[in-house]
């Protein structure tokens, strides 16, 4: 089959489109800029034209996948329509693909890649084996993507956006927090609650249903409708949690407490106190997971210790890219208050002593009209910020709204916005010692520069 897709850069869809071509489908596509993503895929086999005109659509393709970000003035979106081409969303794809698997599926505003990351490093390395369409890049295989065909496992994230995680058919579910986000497609909280709901409620009935238990409308509403399991940090009141968490020499320590029991000093090397939520979440899902293939209790224990010690994170989660006495750089993919607060408390515990510089790039105008004040109160807990203009991704402007409507908000003299050529002259005069980028847009794009001036 010769398979076509629109957007083919993006995390999700090249994570499918990695899927096809294992499989041996003839696989290409088109995407607005290169990336190191793209140019990824290119050196796997796969064509890709980076100029959006219909002469660059071959007319024999037997199916289009596409991301909802397309734009719908899209030269060759509508000449793929034109041409009456089967077409499939990037969330149909992966429903019909995964579709009688036994699925681990991860929704949340924040918290579902790294938690699916960890789930499917856990497993893989287990001689169990998982396959795993990811959202960001799990950086011990520096890919998305995962395949195992001997395994009946396959971990996908659930990605609310355009209700996407309504496609999949779930063996368990994950649900790690509801914040308000995507209100171009949502308007309401009540509407974006309904479908987290909805979502839960496609898990199998033999399966697991995990929820963070400060979700109580969530957990009272599907208590009688699925099996259900709470989790969190350290509230004994879930089923799922740890205590006498310390940290030693770089790791966290901890012992997990679960259905079965208590598993003593699990050591975790990734950081953040968010990523320990995230772990106890992971932990719970393998842990189920392996239970129901009958692998006993303590070859479960066994896989899930060494799995979540080697577990070396995600890129652009928490990514250290400079760690020495003299400097620390961090790239982050926050791009919601609620993240980068998670983010900055998590580096104010490991580092209490660090002034810490952040540079933010908004991502979708209508995400920072609706939460600009929380954009600002989240960045305040930095001692230095740096703002750059709001990317766009599927926008257009709206009149009025610019990251002056954060810059204003912010509660310190030590702010500043700047366009990404005034960012490189500005760092070197504030010369950082700990310096942490975050943003969901092209601000990935200008890491490596920043990178290499920090090292200079």
Request: aromatic share 10%; proline share 4%.
């Given at each position: 089959?010769?398979?076509?897709?629109?957007?083919?850069?993006?995390?999700?869809?090249?994570?499918?489109?990695?899927?096809?071509?294992?499989?041996?489908?003839?696989?290409?596509?088109?995407?607005?800029?290169?990336?190191?993503?793209?140019?990824?895929?290119?050196k796997?086999?796969?064509?890709?034209?980076?100029?959006d005109?219909?002469?660059?659509?071959?007319?024999?393709?037997?199916?289009?996948?596409?991301?909802?970000?397309?734009?719908?003035?899209?030269?060759?979106?509508?000449?793929?329509?034109?041409?009456?081409?089967?077409?499939?969303?990037?969330?149909?794809?992966?429903?019909?693909?995964?579709?009688?698997?036994?699925?681990?599926?991860?929704?949340?505003?924040?918290?579902?890649?790294?938690?699916?990351?960890?789930?499917?490093?856990?497993?893989?390395?287990?001689?169990?084996?998982?396959?795993?369409?990811?959202?960001?890049?799990?950086?011990?295989?520096?890919?998305?993507?995962?395949?195992?065909?001997?395994?009946?496992?396959?971990?996908?994230?659930?990605?609310?956006?355009?209700?996407?995680?309504?496609?999949?058919?779930?063996?368990?579910s994950?649900?790690?927090?509801?914040?308000?986000?995507?209100?171009?497609?949502?308007?309401?909280?009540?509407?974006?609650?309904?479908?987290?709901?909805?979502?839960?409620?496609?898990?199998?009935?033999?399966?697991?249903?995990?929820?963070?238990?400060?979700?109580?409308?969530?957990?009272?509403?599907?208590?009688?409708?699925?099996?259900?399991?709470?989790?969190?940090?350290t509230?004994?009141?879930?089923?799922?949690?740890?205590?006498?968490?310390?940290?030693?020499?770089?790791?966290?320590?901890?012992?997990?407490?679960h259905?079965?029991?208590?598993?003593?000093?699990?050591?975790?090397?990734?950081?953040?106190?968010?990523?320990?939520?995230?772990?106890?979440?992971?932990?719970?899902?393998?842990?189920?997971?392996?239970q129901?293939?009958?692998?006993?209790?303590?070859?479960r224990?066994?896989?899930?210790?060494?799995?979540l010690?080697?577990?070396?994170?995600?890129?652009?989660?928490?990514?250290?890219?400079?760690?020495?006495?003299?400097?620390?750089?961090i790239?982050?993919?926050?791009?919601?208050?609620?993240?980068?607060?998670?983010?900055?408390?998590?580096?104010?515990?490991?580092y209490?002593?660090?002034?810490?510089?952040?540079?933010?790039?908004?991502?979708?105008?209508?995400?920072?009209?609706?939460?600009?004040?929380?954009?600002?109160?989240?960045?305040?807990?930095?001692?230095?910020?740096?703002?750059?203009?709001?990317?766009?991704?599927?926008?257009?402007?709206?009149?009025?709204?610019?990251?002056?409507?954060?810059?204003?908000?912010?509660?310190?003299?030590?702010?500043?916005?700047?366009?990404?050529?005034?960012?490189?002259?500005?760092?070197?005069?504030?010369?950082?010692?700990?310096?942490?980028?975050?943003?969901?847009?092209?601000?990935?794009?200008?890491?490596?520069?920043?990178?290499?001036?920090?090292?200079?």
């Open positions: 089959m010769r398979v076509y897709f629109l957007g083919i850069g993006g995390i999700g869809m090249s994570a499918i489109a990695r899927y096809l071509n294992t499989k041996g489908d003839e696989v290409m596509g088109y995407d607005r800029t290169k990336s190191n993503l793209t140019e990824q895929l290119e796997e086999g796969i064509k890709i034209n980076y100029e005109i219909k002469e660059n659509v071959p007319s024999d393709i037997d199916l289009c996948i596409y991301t909802p970000a397309i734009p719908e003035n899209s030269i060759q979106l509508n000449y793929i329509k034109q041409l009456g081409i089967p077409m499939e969303k990037r969330s149909v794809a992966l429903g019909h693909i995964t579709k009688g698997k036994k699925v681990l599926a991860v929704a949340g505003s924040h918290g579902k890649t790294t938690t699916c990351g960890m789930i499917a490093h856990i497993l893989s390395n287990s001689p169990y084996g998982c396959s795993a369409f990811l959202g960001g890049i799990l950086k011990s295989i520096d890919s998305n993507f995962i395949y195992n065909k001997d395994s009946e496992f396959v971990v996908a994230e659930a990605d609310e956006y355009d209700r996407s995680f309504l496609q999949l058919s779930p063996f368990a994950v649900i790690t927090a509801i914040d308000e986000d995507h209100m171009d497609i949502y308007h309401t909280y009540e509407n974006l609650h309904n479908a987290f709901e909805q979502f839960a409620q496609l898990t199998d009935k033999n399966g697991l249903l995990l929820v963070r238990i400060d979700r109580e409308r969530l957990i009272e509403d599907l208590k009688d409708k699925t099996p259900l399991q709470t989790y969190s940090l509230d004994i009141e879930s089923d799922n949690y740890i205590w006498n968490l310390r940290i030693s020499k770089g790791s966290y320590y901890f012992d997990y407490k259905k079965d029991g208590v598993w003593y000093d699990m050591q975790m090397t990734y950081p953040g106190l968010h990523n320990v939520e995230n772990a106890v979440a992971a932990l719970s899902v393998c842990n189920f997971a392996l129901s293939i009958g692998v006993d209790k303590q070859e224990e066994k896989i899930l210790r060494e799995g010690k080697t577990f070396s994170g995600m890129q652009r989660r928490l990514d250290f890219r400079i760690k020495s006495s003299e400097r620390i750089f790239d982050d993919y926050a791009h919601h208050p609620q993240e980068i607060s998670s983010t900055i408390e998590s580096l104010r515990q490991m209490p002593n660090e002034r810490l510089t952040g540079i933010f790039q908004p991502h979708l105008y209508s995400r920072t009209r609706d939460l600009a004040d929380e954009f600002a109160d989240a960045l305040t807990k930095l001692d230095e910020v740096i703002l750059l203009p709001i990317y766009p991704a599927r926008e257009e402007p709206i009149e009025g709204v610019d990251s002056h409507m954060i810059l204003h908000k912010i509660n310190k003299m030590d702010k500043y916005l700047v366009t990404k050529e005034q960012l490189f002259p500005l760092l070197e005069a504030l010369n950082p010692k700990f310096l942490i980028t975050f943003g969901a847009g092209d601000i990935d794009r200008l890491v490596p520069e920043i990178e290499t001036l920090l090292n200079e």
